[in-house]
């Protein structure tokens, strides 16, 4: 279980390592560890030309360094909510 502004959210998969759970480590930067791993295995996948998803602010220079690393470009749109950031990944067409 982990804390949202809004609620409290229960974890499909509970995160045994967090402190919620008994953990040694903050559920925060454990959560964000996980989302942008799977990011990276996202965006490292065959056939993947572009993909829209939402990431915390504090995310923002780790999932560019992955964006840049596999291949994509990283924009940011427009949002509503200041706790997160609508991004798009586009791949980068190779000239060769």
């Given at each position: 279980?982990?804390?949202?502004?809004?609620?409290?959210?229960?974890?499909?998969?509970?995160?045994?390592?967090?402190?919620s759970n008994g953990g040694p480590y903050d559920?925060?930067?454990?959560?964000?560890?996980?989302?942008?791993g799977?990011?990276?295995?996202?965006?490292?996948g065959l056939g993947v030309s572009a993909l829209a998803d939402s990431i915390r602010p504090v995310e923002y220079a780790q999932a560019d360094l992955i964006a840049m690393a596999r291949g994509y470009t990283m924009v940011v749109e427009p949002s509503r909510d200041p706790e997160w950031m609508s991004v798009t990944f586009t791949r980068v067409q190779d000239d060769c």
């Open positions: 279980m982990y804390d949202t502004n809004e609620a409290q959210c229960e974890a499909v998969l509970p995160f045994t390592l967090c402190r559920d925060a930067a454990f959560l964000s560890g996980w989302r942008l799977v990011l990276d295995a996202t965006l490292a």
